[in-house]
Nanobody, 122 residues
Framework: QVQLVESGGGLVQAGGSLRLSCVVSGSSFVPNQMGWYRQAPGKQRELVANITSGGTTNYADSVKDRFTISRDNAKNTVYLQMNSLKPEDTAVYYC????????????????WGQGTQVTVSS
């Protein structure tokens, strides 16, 4: 079974930094895509950042130049370095990966983590 384990969330003051980590286990394949989404109360879930197996990255305009996504394929881990945090960054952050699932086809399948709370105080 594929599992995503997130860590690194917490409470930080505005202007501070956090680094989120997401470790993927239970797959024989390197994820095609790894990314982070977030959802604030009463709002839609939105893409924060995404990185492909080739290293191509995408960022939401609201976090561009402040957040950096990276991945370590040897550790099956994706990171989100968050700098210059703002109160509006407060949300539950979800890790998502897209990988080839032998049990389901094989075919590409999305997997989600449970989410980790990030709270930025003013």
């Amino acid at each position: 079974q594929v599992q995503l384990v997130e860590s690194g969330g917490g409470l930080v003051q505005a202007g501070g930094s956090l680094r989120l980590s997401c470790v993927v286990s239970g797959s024989s394949f390197v994820p095609n895509q790894m990314g982070w989404y977030r959802q604030a109360p009463g709002k839609q879930r939105e893409l924060v950042a995404n990185i492909t197996s080739g290293g191509t990255t995408n960022y939401a305009d609201s976090v561009k130049d402040r957040f950096t996504i990276s991945r370590d394929n040897a550790k099956n881990t994706v990171y989100l370095q968050m700098n210059s945090l703002k109160p509006e960054d407060t949300a539950v952050y979800y890790c998502k990966v897209v990988l080839l699932s032998a049990a389901r086809g094989p075919r590409l399948v999305d997997y989600w983590g449970q989410g980790t709370q990030v709270t930025v105080s003013s």
